[in-house]
């Protein structure tokens, strides 16, 4: 059995919230003219700036885990950051060009976010619970409620 590093799994998470950093100021420049969509976009922007700030303390915290099957587990885990919302094309994320409407944008951001937590959860069943992974989740789960609340909030 070999050893899975949690510490890796912040790594990741690091990396995914530079990718939400980024695709977040792009939404914002995007719509620059909806002061409402674009403040919004501002915000969860700095939301993954403090998220990715809050892993890098956490990174530090954590031990490595025994798990059965690595090499199965990697595949999975693999296959969700290779997904169309982590990477698509290019190998960032997919070209904003298709967003033409408010609509669209917190469409998918909401499927941007849930495809965060799938890799997550995917994560918590192999390594089961796990204080610093947790911490992640509920941290992802905010934006969430973020994105949700304005949709409930604002005519789309």
Known sequence: MKKFSVREVVEQAVQTEKLGYDFYSSMSKKFTKESKLKN????????????????????????????????????????????????????????????????DAVHFALGFERETLLYYYGLKDVIGDDEVLSEIINEEKSHIRWLSEFRRKSPL
């Open 40 to 103: 919004l976009f501002d915000a969860l922007a700095v939301m993954e700036q403090q998220h990715e700030n809050l892993f890098l303390e956490l990174r530090d915290k954590e031990e490595d885990h025994n798990i059965e099957n690595p090499e199965e587990v990697s595949a999975y885990l693999r296959a969700i950051v290779e997904s169309e919302f982590f990477l698509g094309k290019n190998k960032s994320l997919p070209a904003l060009e298709h967003l033409k409407s408010v609509n």
